[in-house]
């Protein structure tokens, strides 16, 4: 029987535990110079405009919210098929969230329903970025500015992303990135916010430590309610080993994406009923290889007879309006009927660096006994 497949797995190389291990070694494990050095990095690739990181990115997006001084009464638009850290982000800051459904296409939030939904009371959006495909950012941003809305862009999955050649977080309002264990880079868990302003990098720094800031030359006061949200040293540390290897993550993952197309089969929605996401290898990061399943087989019948051939299949997401505590908020079913269709049938097929040819190929010939 051949090896158990998982969905995701993150790598980190020798030269990362050699670096996790000599931090440990010094006596400074919490925030040090290695979250600077990890800053400064990601600030560099984009593009100069200032970053702070974070212990998660669930963390980044509400941070994000607080500096631009959302809360209650305020809607925020948001889509249902994203994790659901998305949506209780703007509920933790006192917010409504407003959901628009998406393009079932590329299954991210369709703008024009974005624009439908904008109200008097509405002050920001947070777009997905579902598997790592950008939006059309050009048609995002001019709604943003047409309705002089922020954007805290949910780039939790997006890194290392382009959209006309400029990597996603080199431009735009906020952007948030998350390093959870199964994301393109990791830091076992953390967060990073881009940012426009010094203000706003002052903003970021104390909602992240209790709202301290220093004042005079030996002081310290705090003026606004801040937490605990700081990066450690030994997060930074795996960081930095796993930026390091961004452009070979991003550039194994398209050619992965690539051998899936091609061994799936140019007929393979026509002869099996389900949809394969665009084939785009310009922009998307490949977070995630998902397909939406024909009606003729759910998803528990799927992945079960998917673990038979010892390969496993993850599913990202169930739509966030159908939980209870959004159901309790007026939401249910109907509301959004194509990110409940989706959301019933996606799954995530295996895609990570580690993987080989030959784990495409196991996962194809599997889908092709279980799909027909
Ligand atoms: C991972 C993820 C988050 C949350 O990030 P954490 O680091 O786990 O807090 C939010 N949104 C999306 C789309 C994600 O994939």
Redesign the pocket.
Known sequence: MNHFLPFSKPTIDEATIASVAETLRSGWITSGPKVAEFEKKLSEYFGGRPVRTFN???CT?EIALRIAGIGAGDEVITTPI??V??ANVILEVGAIPVFADIDPVTRNIDLDKVEAAITSRTRAIIP?YLAGRPLDMDKLYAIAEKYKLRVIE?A??AIGSTWQGKPIGSFGDFISF???AN?NITTS???ALVLNTPEEVVLAEKYRLQGVSRSGWDGIDVDVLGGKYNMTDIAAAIGLGQFAKLQDITAHRRVLAQHYFKLLGVDFEKRTGAQLPPKDFANTNWHLFQIVLPDTITRPQFMERMKAFNIGVGFHYAPIHLFTLYRERGFKEGMFPISEQVGRQIVSLPMFYAMTFIDVERTCMAIREVLG
């Open positions: 998660s990115g669930t997006m994203s994790w850290a998305t997905v949910d939790a999955q998350s390093f959870q994301k868990e953390g967060g």
